[in-house]
């Protein structure tokens, strides 16, 4: 009796995520329809590029940068705080490290550590910003990352200029290469030719740091805690600004790392073109994962696919855009099952509190037993 | 003030035998009364006797399983407060029903805009509420925030509001809860006008001497049912109010503890702790006390006048503004909660659901929460989850909490168990304090009792209790010294043993206590 | 958002609305001063020449709308950071809509493009009840998507067109202004107009009046029998209407085509504007308008213009820490103003020519302090962002 209720909520639970997907595929497949593509096709070129080795590769490197973008505003979401500042910690962090790691030249792990340092404080400086403002001055962290974003589009267009820290012109303006030594070389994974990014295995660090710090730490039961109530949070001790403003500090921390696969593995410098909208995308990441290590590993996994094949329906003279919108829709439809499952799972909860109440023994039946109506 | 006394006037509002049953808990059982057009009635009894369920009967809130109710003799039947108020009734709740941000006018005409070509008829607004307030003798600025308004004020615009909507009844649920003796005179003058204009007012209280001065007639009623239906206020005292309220199963309940833990050491001290005033918050003045090992001292008062932040300052949730707290001669004042609970203070809060529980989250992790940086919870930092649950396992055993495992969510929980947990949790760490506010409130009898077992045994063994609660019974049975609290101060230390539940309702609405 | 709540300080509550005591007197002198600044600063009148002003008038109104559009929804309780989807929305209807029936339909179906991603908004977050933010993201996500197939189904067949862009749109007519004012195109007319309406809608109607209690106390609402789902319903779809018309404006009366990321983050600096303003149609205007005159001024007179800009603030600046002085406004009053002082008066001195990123950053720059510096001030309505769940009232 006891192990039933529970079974059925999680097969409830897997079962609204299946329907989330199964709807925005139906809809992605519907759209198709409507515009004369074989959705059948379509669907069977998106899994054999994905499956290919090359594009393997692709898809777990972005993969990865949106795994990490997800954990970054987790560490937020969790706390119930709506931090939608990754997008510009990722890329100050991305620019401050390519400008540390174009004037280095130590050897090779040394100097990868100090970029990859520099980048965690840059972001997690940046993440500072609003934290600080929001338990001093109480300014909404939405407005205040939303902000911050465009204030480090300005700034990071301000330091590339030439003469600051940047070169060249036009859309190849930006900081000077990091030294060759420095670079991620790749891992040799069996496939030839593959480039999985040595930087990549961030995403794996940041996930396990993640959990075991959300899950497994005294901290991280504070941030949930407060996350789920913050008044019987603080009633239970927990210091709230202080854990505000160190859960804002971790997830820019994080967000420093988004761009490290990109300027190790890629670019090698942070130019006008680096990749953008990474943060963002890891909000969707995020909200697809239940901002759960394991959930958003799948989500950036799915998400990084959706997007990679979109090539390919190109090829097949459909719109890559029919890829966004099924993310959109997925996120959706994620939510809105999570909400109906939620409150499912509240309406199961009540008749069981009633039944308890009148079965309990001990509890005599009289008019005035339960006191306070 | 007696306008119509006939027998055979038609009654303004008439409820008989009403019964509401919530699943569970019987809230009303077999309420009548009459209301007298053009006079005041006055509802009495403790809390919980079911005095709100009778006025959301009324109002059309709930609808009675059996029973019916007149208005000016007909008979009705309300499926929503808007009925209710089509029918002439007005409701003035206790928590206002007002939006800060808007004026005074907006709030007033809201759903019965006077409109001219479209748009909102302000100056006729302006009239209509001008009219109004002269009739009921006070001024308001029809365009202030009601944000800006002190809570007098905002009571007026309340009632300002359903008058505006033209009734002829108005009901007031406990009005002088919240407010100052000045102000409850003004109030009772604004009443007054208006029964002498004719209407009739319904007004809930528990406060025994406002209800013999501004009432022409008198419900009283216990556990959801009319003891007294409709006396003439002129012919009970409030000692008769009182015995009816409280009722005579005091003499069968325990006797009160013979306890003297007077040469025991001290153990939390409040001294002079003051805390200014906080829009909704009563402010304390000068609040002195201090609690022996081995001692639950009790805290009477009506609900509101500063047991709450008594509590909220002990804690460490609130920092007080002047005074000082000391736990065995230690200042505490500056700690915050998470360092006294480590010091050895426990809280069992008021809220259940807003303070103590982590709702969604299962049974081990609210048992961990406020102790998540003690042991078995968590060592270094690190949370021992393993241990965390076989704990639960324990508390669930030895507290009598009936759920089967440690990761059912909380809210699957009847108020009981919930409470229950709450109360092991507290206990687990070997807490030198407990803050108890309301530990048994909404609990069966068994739990209530098991409850009080387990607080007795660690008071047996040390561990002393600041008792908050509403239930008097409760508070005489289980303290060993009482102190009254009347707006925010200390009022008065009685001895348990030697004053019974009518003298203490009578001391805790602020009527001098007799030696006995 | 339920951390907000705690930190939030309850300031004091002495401002009432738009323009009230302190305040105006606040606003006059603040104009007093940059009057002055202007007449002394060399090269300052062309900061309010009538070219200026119309072209930062171009500029402002989409913005605007977005925060009109934010205004309509937060005021009944609802919060929409979806508005930068709804204006992509809105560029592509403007587009299609112009090339399909002209410009005047451009601009319906613009709206109505706005106002069905802002019904989805609504669904969702009214009938659903889930997370308001968690919609918005989800809308933002969705929209560009949306609105980029669109295109590539509609506008890349067309001549001149692409997948990315639509081909020129025949444009709105332009109505010529008196004074030698130049011309100002009617879409532009229309969403200045669509503002006092706005506020007659909301302030002085019955409807307004509910609207507004539903983002107050909807529980006080609903007891009051009024249909807080249905009113919340419609201001969300009005605030989507209204941010695509400011995204339709951004086709049919600036660049004249529709092209994608047009909307360069515009729905989201119009949801600052909206804060920044206090959710009023003037504050949401007024903020709104900073962007989009230092847009203005950076296009016409490039960095110079700029720099002119911060040395007559500086001087604003100055004299009002002054004014505080002479007052005796005390340290806490005169602290903002002169510091700012210094600060632009620093900036002004190390450049002649300020680099251009200073006019993109400034609006949000302006956003920020304000928050700061008024945080306690603002006064959000009261159920903002809470899920109402009539049962549980």
């Known amino acids: 009796m006891k192990l039933i209720p529970h079974l059925r909520g999680a097969a409830i639970g897997l079962l609204s995520s299946v329907a989330a997907l199964v709807f925005a595929a139906a809809a992605a497949w519907l759209i198709l329809a409507a515009t004369g593509a074989s959705p059948l096709e379509a669907a069977r070129a998106m899994v054999l590029n994905g499956f290919s080795d090359a594009s393997a590769a692709i898809i777990l490197n972005s993969a990865a940068a949106y795994y990490l973008s997800a954990v970054a505003v987790a560490f937020t979401f969790r706390l119930n705080l709506f931090n939608i500042g990754t997008e510009g910690q990722y890329r100050i962090a991305a620019l401050c490290a390519a400008a540390v790691g174009a004037g280095l030249s130590l050897p090779a792990p040394l100097g990868q550590v100090v970029i990859v340092t520099t980048a965690m404080i840059a972001g997690a400086v940046w993440a500072a910003i609003p934290a600080l403002l929001k338990t001093l001055k109480g300014v909404n962290e939405v407005i205040s990352t939303i902000a911050l974003n465009f204030i480090a589009i300005g700034l990071i267009s301000y330091l590339l200029a030439p003469g600051r820290l940047g070169s060249g012109s036009g859309s190849n303006m930006g900081t000077a290469p990091i030294a060759d030594g420095l670079r991620d070389s790749g891992i040799d994974i069996a496939v030839q030719g593959a480039g999985l990014h040595w930087s990549s295995l961030l995403a794996v660090a940041a996930g396990i740091g993640f959990y075991v710090l959300i899950e497994r730490t005294v901290f991280g039961f504070d941030l949930r805690a407060a996350g789920r109530s913050v008044d019987a949070a603080r009633t239970g001790g927990v210091p709230l600004g202080r854990t505000i403003v160190i859960a804002m500090v971790l997830s820019g921390a994080t967000a420093g790392l988004i761009g490290m696969p990109a300027l190790l593995g890629d670019s090698g410098s942070f130019t006008l073109s680096f990749p953008s909208g990474l943060g963002f995308i890891g909000i969707a990441v995020a909200l697809f994962g239940g901002n759960r290590a394991a959930g958003m590993a799948v989500g950036a996994l799915l998400f990084s696919f959706l997007d990679n094949s979109s090539n390919v329906l190109q090829l097949m003279d459909i719109s890559n855009e029919v890829v966004r919108i099924m993310e959109g829709l997925i996120i959706l439809a994620v939510v809105i099952t999570n909400r109906l499952t939620s409150r499912w799972r509240t309406n199961q909860a009540r008749p069981d509190r009633l039944k308890d109440m009148s079965a309990a023994p001990a509890a005599p039946a009289p008019v005035n037993a339960g006191g306070d109506a | ?516 | 958002m339920t951390i907000s709540t705690i930190t939030a300080q309850d300031g004091p509550r002495t401002q009432t609305g738009p323009g009230q005591g302190n305040r105006r007197q606040a606003m006059l002198t603040i104009l007093c001063g940059i009057a002055l600044a202007v007449a002394l600063v060399p090269h300052a009148t062309d900061l309010v020449s009538a070219d200026t002003i119309t072209t930062a008038l171009v500029l402002t109104c989409p913005v605007a709308l977005a925060a009109l559009g934010g205004v309509w929804a937060e005021r009944a309780g609802v919060v929409n950071i979806g508005l930068e989807g709804m204006m992509i929305l809105g560029t592509w209807g403007a587009g299609f809509g112009a090339l399909q029936w002209g410009p005047a339909f451009g601009l319906v179906f613009g709206m109505a493009c706005g106002a069905l991603g802002s019904l989805v908004h609504a669904v969702v977050t009214v009938t659903f009840k889930v997370d308001h933010i968690v919609a918005g993201v989800a809308i933002n996500i969705l929209a560009p998507g949306v609105a980029k197939y669109l295109s590539s189904l509609t506008f890349a067949a067309m001549p001149g067109g692409g997948t990315t862009q639509s081909p020129p749109v025949p444009s709105l007519p332009v109505l010529p202004l008196p004074f030698g004012l130049g011309g100002l195109s009617t879409g532009i007319v229309l969403g200045l107009v669509v503002f006092p309406l706005s506020w007659w809608l909301l302030w002085r109607t019955p409807y307004g009046l509910r609207l507004r209690f539903c983002g107050e106390n909807p529980v006080a609402a609903t007891s009051l029998g009024m249909r807080v789902t249905a009113l919340r319903h419609s201001a969300v779809i009005s605030s989507g209407a209204l941010a695509g018309l400011g995204g339709a404006l951004l086709v049919l009366a600036s660049s004249g085509l529709y092209r994608d990321g047009q909307t360069a983050g515009r729905g989201y600096m119009g949801l600052a504007a909206t804060v920044f303003g206090n959710w009023t149609p003037s504050g949401a205007f007024a903020g709104s308008f900073l962007y989009g005159y230092m847009d203005a001024l950076q296009l016409r007179g490039g960095g110079s213009a700029v720099r002119t800009v911060l040395v007559v603030a500086a001087l604003a600046c100055g004299i009002l820490a002054v004014l505080v002085l002479l007052r005796r406004g005390g340290l806490r009053r005169l602290a903002p103003p002169a510091l700012a002082a210094v600060l632009l008066t620093a900036i002004t001195a190390l450049t002649d020519s300020v680099p251009e990123q200073v006019a993109f950053v400034a609006p949000y720059m302006a956003v920020l302090v304000a928050l700061v510096a008024s945080g306690q001030r603002l006064r959000p309505p009261a159920a903002l962002g809470k899920r109402h769940d009539i049962a549980s009232s």
């Open chain 2, 1 to 516: 003030m007696a306008v119509a006394t006939s027998t055979d006037a038609v009654a303004a509002l008439t409820a008989k035998n009403l019964r509401k049953q919530f699943p569970g808990v019987t809230a009303n059982q077999d309420v009548s009364l009459t209301l007298r057009a053009g006079t005041i009635h006055a509802v009495v009894g403790e809390n919980g006797a079911g005095k709100s369920t009778l006025m959301k009967l009324l109002y059309g809130i709930h609808r009675p399983d059996a029973g019916e109710i007149r208005v000016n003799g007909e008979r009705t039947s309300f499926a929503s407060p808007k009925d209710a108020l089509a029918a002439g009734l007005g409701m003035v709740h206790q928590h206002f029903m007002l939006a800060d941000n808007l004026s005074v006018l907006e709030n007033v005409i809201l759903g019965a805009e006077p409109r001219k070509a479209g748009s909102l008829d302000v100056p006729s607004a302006v009239r209509g509420i001008e009219a109004i307030c002269a009739d009921l003798g006070v001024r308001l600025d029809p365009h202030a925030p009601v944000g800006d308004l002190s809570v007098a004020d905002r009571q007026r615009v309340e009632i300002v509001k359903v008058l505006y909507r033209g009734a002829r009844i108005l009901i007031l649920d406990e009005p002088t809860a919240v407010l100052v003796p000045q102000e409850v005179d003004r109030l009772f003058a604004n009443l007054t006008r208006l029964t002498d204009r004719g209407l009739s007012i319904l007004f809930i209280s528990h406060k025994l001497d406002e209800v013999l001065s501004i009432a022409d007639d008198v419900t009283v009623i216990r556990r959801g049912v009319t003891v007294a239906d409709s006396l003439p206020a002129g012919k009970v005292t409030a000692r008769e109010l009182a015995e009816l309220m409280i009722g005579t199963e005091l003499a069968a309940s325990d006797p009160a503890r013979s306890r003297d833990r007077s040469a025991a050491r001290t153990s939390l001290r409040l001294e002079n702790v003051s805390l200014g005033p906080v829009p909704g918050r009563q402010a304390l003045h000068e609040v002195t006390l201090e609690l022996r090992e081995g001692e639950i001292v009790g805290i009477a008062g009506v609900e509101g006048n500063g047991q709450t932040e008594l509590i909220e300052c002990a804690s460490g949730l609130r920092r007080p503004d002047s005074g000082r707290l000391t736990l065995f001669d230690r200042d505490i004042t500056s700690m915050d909660t998470r360092r006294r609970r480590s010091a050895g203070v426990a809280v069992v809060a008021e809220d259940r659901h807003r303070q103590a529980l982590l709702l969604d989250a299962p049974l081990w992790e609210n048992r961990m929460l406020g102790w998540q940086t003690h042991s078995p919870n968590s060592e270094k930092g690190w949370l021992r989850r393993k241990s965390a649950r076989r704990d639960t396992e324990r508390l669930l055993r030895d507290y009598d909490v009936r759920a089967h495992t440690p990761d059912v969510v909380v809210s699957a929980l009847s108020g009981g168990n919930q409470q229950k947990l709450i109360i092991g949790r507290e206990l687990s760490h070997g807490p030198k304090v407990l803050l108890a506010a309301h530990p048994t409130r909404g609990v069966d009898i068994a739990a209530q009792q098991g409850i009080w077992q387990h607080i007795e045994r660690a008071v047996s063994r040390g561990m002393s209790v600041l008792l908050i609660s509403a239930d008097l019974d409760e508070l005489l049975t289980r303290s060993d010294r009482l102190l009254v609290m009347l707006r925010g101060r200390l009022v008065a230390e009685v001895d348990p043993r030697e004053i019974d539940a009518a003298r203490l309702g009578m001391a805790m609405a602020g009527a001098e206590v007799a030696a006995p």
